[in-house]
């Protein structure tokens, strides 16, 4: 068990251990999804409430029940069973009260599910043997920072529709560049506190 004060893991999950910068974990729908800022708040908030609501559970289902009954090996299965269900509860509620943010993310919306950042946070909590609120911390502070990278980059893509850019660097292309040049003035953040 490692013994961090939630806070810490929670701002370092945002900075120094940030899952998309850091790690790469999550970056199909980053990139799509970050063209305009309305819809990279939209998903990025989703985002967030999913990794956080599916840290908890998939803490209390691993450690109160695979984990006493030498289950550990369903854990894949049972991980992204949670993370199905979770995001098939946001997709309703997202249809329900805002049909604008459902219809501008579309297919990504659903592909929630094979984010995997989010699989990726179930899977590092158990690796660290995280305690439920440090879970539930790292949960909240990895979609903070999933959030935060999303909206970064959407800001930055929709100032550079106005501007010239080389044909050849367009779309995906200078994505790709922006996404590496915000993963190096993360690593900036690299000695405040690791989580590992």
């Known amino acids: ?9 929670f701002f ?23 063209r305009q800022i309305n819809t990279a708040l939209g998903l990025g908030l989703a985002v967030t409430f999913v990794l ?3 840290a908890a559970l998939n803490h209390v289902i691993y ?3 695979l984990e006493p009954m030498g289950l550990e090996y369903l854990r894949y299965i049972v991980f992204i069973v949670v993370i199905a269900a979770t995001v098939q509860f946001i997709e309703m509620v997202v249809e329900r009260y805002s049909e604008a943010l459902y219809i501008n993310l579309g297919i990504f919306l659903p592909l929630i599910t094979v984010n995997c950042a989010i699989l990726g946070v179930s899977l590092f909590m158990v690796i660290r043997r995280y305690t439920f609120i440090q879970s539930v911390f790292f949960g909240a502070g990895s979609g903070l920072g999933w959030l935060l990278a999303i909206l970064a980059m959407a800001g930055i893509r929709e100032k550079l529709k106005e501007e010239r850019i080389p044909s050849a660097l367009r779309g995906p292309g200078i994505a ?3 996404t590496g040049i915000m993963a190096m003035a993360f690593v900036g953040f690299s000695g405040i506190v690791q989580i590992q």
């Not at 068990?1 to 893991?9: A, G, H, Q, Y």
């Not at 945002?14 to 799509?32: A, D």
Request: one cysteine or more; glycine letters at 4%.
């Open 12 to 34: 370092a999950s945002i900075f120094t251990g940030n899952i998309l910068l850091t790690y790469f974990l999550g970056m199909c729908s980053f990139l799509s999804v970050s």
């Open 63 to 65: 450690f109160r029940l």
């Open 52 to 54: 956080t609501l599916t």
């Open 176 to 178: 790709l560049i922006i």
């Open 1 to 9: 068990m490692i013994n961090l004060s939630p806070w810490v893991i």
